[in-house]
């Protein structure tokens, strides 16, 4: 490694005079400024009003200078218009009324200058985004709606799910609730009709068909409901109809009757069943002379 540079030794003195010199100029500038702005801080109070008077717009609700300002102050303050500061519904239909009132004047201000304030019929505002962008939004607008309603129709196939083993248990329930109603029903219409207290066969069954009641003596049986089931088969198979079908039947003169016999009728029924089976069965040979054939081919 070669040697570190030793600095050179510096005379203390020469700095000290260096440091001396720097202050004795830095005296000397803060003192010119100070000279320096000696007549700028004189407080000109004409000069300062007549500069602003220069920049300073009419103050008022009327005329042209007021379109560079567009502000205006309403005839009640605020204050005056509201009872209980403290009461919201008041205080906000105080801001209400006082900008409505504003907007009107305005308007009338913006007609006696001439200047329009409303949008022209025909008026057609640029959109910011382009169709495609719009497109991607209603897009995903859509999206988000059919989510939401999947995820609702999910919601309540869960709650269906989660309370139909419930609604079904209540089912089962009312139908041995049911059941034991009818068993106690049927065992006091068998004590009242020991009893006699019953007519014989006296059931009363209810709109449904699932319960019934007995009948006390001498009631009057209610009007059953029509069954279309048994009136089809009574009309088949009922005291009526066996004798419809007993009507039908052949009797000894009914047999031996032969008027409504037709020769003409047989003989061309004859024919046509004879030209029907004609050629049935003569073409085809024997079984030997098959079988002979059958082995001739096959030498």
């Known amino acids: 490694m070669g040697k570190k540079n030793i600095p050179k030794h510096v005379d203390e003195e020469e700095v000290e005079e260096e440091d001396a010199e720097y202050q004795a100029e830095l005296r000397a500038m803060q003192a010119a400024q100070a000279e320096s702005r000696k007549g700028l801080e004189i407080n000109d109070e004409d000069g300062l009003r007549a500069s602003l008077n220069s920049v300073k717009l009419p103050f008022g609700n009327s005329g042209s200078d007021w379109l560079e300002r567009l502000q205006h102050t309403t005839e009640q303050p605020i204050q005056a218009m509201v009872e209980d500061v403290h009461d919201d519904l008041q205080r906000e239909l105080a801001f209400h009324d006082a900008t409505l009132a504003s907007v009107i004047s305005c308007q009338k201000i913006c007609e006696d200058i001439g200047e329009p304030h409303t949008r022209p019929n025909d008026y057609m505002a640029e959109m910011i985004k382009t169709d495609g962008h719009m497109k991607k939004v209603r897009a995903k607008l859509a999206g988000e709606a059919q989510a939401a309603a999947a995820a609702e129709e999910r919601k309540k196939q869960r709650l269906a799910k989660k309370f139909g083993k419930q609604v079904q248990v209540q089912k089962e329930q009312a139908k041995v609730q049911e059941r034991k109603k009818n068993v ?4 006091q219409w068998r004590k009242d009709r020991k009893k006699g207290l019953v007519d014989e066969g006296a059931l009363d069954f209810d709109a449904g068909g699932n319960s019934f009641s007995a009948k006390k003596g001498n009631s009057k049986q209610k009007a059953q409901p029509i069954n279309k089931k048994r009136e089809f088969k009574n009309a088949k198979y009922g005291i009526n109809a066996k004798a419809k079908a007993a009507a039908k039947r052949n ?11 037709s020769l003409k009728k047989n003989r061309q029924l004859s024919s046509s069943m ?3 089976t004609k050629g049935v069965g003569k ?9 002979a054939k059958m082995l001739g081919g096959r030498r």
Do not use: H, I, L
């Open 184 to 187: 106690d029903q049927v065992t």
């Open 251 to 261: 009797s000894m003169d009914s047999a031996g009757d032969m008027s409504s016999f």
């Open 274 to 276: 004879k030209m029907k």
């Open 283 to 291: 073409n085809r040979p024997g079984k030997s002379s098959r079988q």
